[in-house]
């Protein structure tokens, strides 16, 4: 019984990697250079990156209001 | 870079936490069975449940921001809908949307309030109605606990992908159940998965203390982040807003900021007295939160 059970999860895993291997790719140097665009064209709205004025920024202190 | 805010009030390890898309409220779940709804910008806490089970290891917001889901080692998903009318208890409003055999491990919302994804220890994800309950879809093919899980932004269509103990990451199409990519490079589990800002690739941390970065389109691994004095499993990982930082944190109490495109460490940041289990970036990225075992949650800006 085990036999057939090994057999059909065999199978199973076999389908399932020809469908994984059936997959349309695309090259790494094509994949990681749209990555570094992707990463320059952003780059200017994060705000962890770039850095926001402490007004902006509502977790960064403020500085003390002076009065005139 | 440093801590702006610290989220006091956990009586135990804080293990899970989401943002609300206000980018200001944060619903953290720890080892005590608590859950607690905080505004970020004031540290107030908004909402507390107590949930009947310990160790709620998943917690997310809602789309709406009108209601939290969580879950743990009850083995189900609980959706608290968020009422402001103080006479009303929050836990008798509860609804027990998933229901799993083994402990949850991680839960999200999909694009609405009315469905979500869980994953389980029981080794499977699934898709839920929220008002039926009802099981829309269900994956298999890990072959060990599922530890966390990251729903393609919503550009991108309609996969997520898993992370197990199985040290496999495998992206699944949601309406099919259908397994399309597995990855298997990590040589332990792995206790996060976070999709890259593009959709184009998603990064993964684990118990082999190594982050990686693999590109769906060219289906391989295409970085990995680490160093020889990083000895400690990466509990938590997620993605700056351009996709360039990726900020993760570590079972040895601290949260290191890696450049993406270069592979190299950019900052290392301390704070936190115990291990780091859970980090976010808020929704508009001027912020990350991340929750400890030493019970805090820490806004860093």
């Not at chain 2, 269509?157 to 259908?178: H, I, L, P, Y």
Request: hydrophobic fraction near 35%; charged fraction near 20%.
């Amino acid at each position: 019984m085990s036999a057939t059970n090994n057999i059909a999860q065999a199978r199973k895993l076999v389908e399932q990697l020809r469908i994984e291997a059936g997959i349309e790719r695309i090259k790494v140097s094509k994949a990681s250079s749209e990555l570094m665009s992707y990463c320059e064209q952003h780059a200017r709205s994060d705000p962890l990156l770039v850095g926001v004025p402490a007004s902006e920024n509502p977790f960064k202190d403020k500085k003390p209001c002076i009065i005139l | 870079m440093k801590t702006r805010r610290t989220l006091k009030g956990h009586g135990n390890k804080v293990l899970c936490m989401d943002w609300c898309k206000d980018k200001r409220r944060i619903v953290s779940s720890s080892q005590d069975g608590k859950v607690i709804v905080w505004d970020s910008f004031t540290t107030n806490k908004e909402h507390a449940v107590t949930m009947p089970c310990t160790w709620v290891m998943a917690c997310a917001y809602a789309p709406s921001g009108c209601a939290i889901a969580c879950g743990g080692l009850d083995n189900k998903c609980s959706v608290y809908p968020l009422t402001f009318d103080k006479n009303e208890n929050m836990a008798a409003k509860k609804k027990s949307v998933a229901m799993h055999t083994n402990y949850l491990s991680a839960c999200s919302f999909t694009n609405s309030d009315m469905q979500i994804l869980t994953a389980s220890g029981d080794g499977t994800c699934a898709l839920w109605d929220v008002e039926s309950g009802q099981l829309l879809q269900s994956f298999h093919g890990h072959g060990a606990d599922v530890l966390c899980l990251d729903l393609a932004p919503s550009e991108t269509g309609n996969t997520f992908v898993s992370g197990g103990c199985d040290k496999k990451a495998m992206v699944w199409d949601m309406r099919s159940g259908q397994c399309v990519q597995a990855f298997e490079t990590h040589e332990s589990d792995i206790n996060s998965v976070r999709y890259y800002p593009s959709g184009d690739a998603f990064a993964s941390g684990s118990d082999d203390a190594t982050c990686r970065l693999y590109d769906l389109r060219a289906d391989r691994e295409v970085a990995i982040y680490s160093k020889e004095s990083i000895i400690f499993g990466a509990s938590s990982v997620d993605f700056s807003l351009s996709g360039r930082l990726l900020f993760a944190g570590y079972n040895d109490y601290t949260i290191n900021v890696w450049d993406v495109l270069k592979g190299s460490r950019v900052s290392i940041l301390f704070g936190h007295e115990n291990r780091v289990s859970t980090l976010r970036v808020s929704p508009d990225g001027t912020a990350f939160c991340s929750g400890s075992w030493d019970h805090t949650l820490r806004v860093w800006a």
